[in-house]
T-cell receptor
């Protein structure tokens, strides 16, 4: 079955500390992968995406993610977290070959930032 | 460009009432989607339209209907609302090879 798992429902880090949010997927086709961020009461904003090529991708707001095919993972990282990064983060996977563009989303990870 | 717009932003219904959520995109995207978001469950696909004139069920279609009115507009209808449909509803659009773009959401409460 196709699925996306974000093992951490809630994470708290101190401002200035590094961050890693985990994402594991199970997908039959060649995947393309996304991380989205959602601030309270807002819609989803794309942080970064991986389609092919370099497995380390850079996104907005200083985020990066690394695609590891052997581990079926696409973890999101940031070297130094800012208070404004407090939000909910969603990992999503789709099929590059699909013409429907359907995505499967993880359950989300809520990030809290301590001053 | 406005991107993806949704109306209304908030709605309160009584059980059994009907309503239609509207979505429009101005990016000339072929595909459009309706999701619901519930705490701890991420986004679940209700219906999608891969192209104008086609619609297909997603993961949780029961209790909903959709209409792809034209390339720009994709509406979601609740014929007889139930408390289990209390949720935040997101519309999204997509063009092949790119990401999905999301609207701001509609917060629906069914009493």
């Amino acid at each position: 079955a196709q699925s996306v798992t974000q093992p951490d429902i809630h994470i708290t880090v101190s401002e200035g500390a590094s961050l890693e949010l985990r994402c594991n997927y199970s997908y039959g086709a060649t995947p393309y992968l996304f991380w989205y961020v959602q601030s309270p009461g807002q819609g989803l904003q794309l942080l970064l995406k991986y389609f092919s090529g370099d497995t380390l991708v850079q996104g907005i707001k200083g985020f990066e993610a690394e695609f590891k095919r052997s581990q079926s993972s696409f973890n999101l990282r940031k070297p130094s977290v800012h208070w404004s990064d407090a939000a909910e983060y969603f990992c999503a996977v789709g099929a590059l070959s699909s013409n429907t563009g359907k995505l499967i989303f993880g359950q989300g990870t809520t990030l809290q930032v301590k001053p | 460009n406005a991107g993806v717009t949704q109306t209304p932003k908030f709605q309160v219904l009584k059980t059994g009432q009907s309503m239609t959520l509207q979505c429009a995109q101005d990016m000339n995207h072929n595909s459009m989607y309706w999701y619901r978001q519930d705490p701890g469950m991420g986004l679940r696909l209700i219906y999608y339209s891969a192209s104008e004139g086609t619609t297909d069920k997603g993961e949780v279609p029961n209790g909903y209907n959709v209409s792809r009115l034209n390339k720009r507009e994709f509406s979601l209808r609740l014929e007889s609302a139930a408390p289990s449909q209390t949720s935040v509803y997101f519309c999204a659009s997509h063009v092949h090879g790119d990401t999905q773009y999301f609207g701001p959401g509609t917060r629906l409460t069914v009493l």
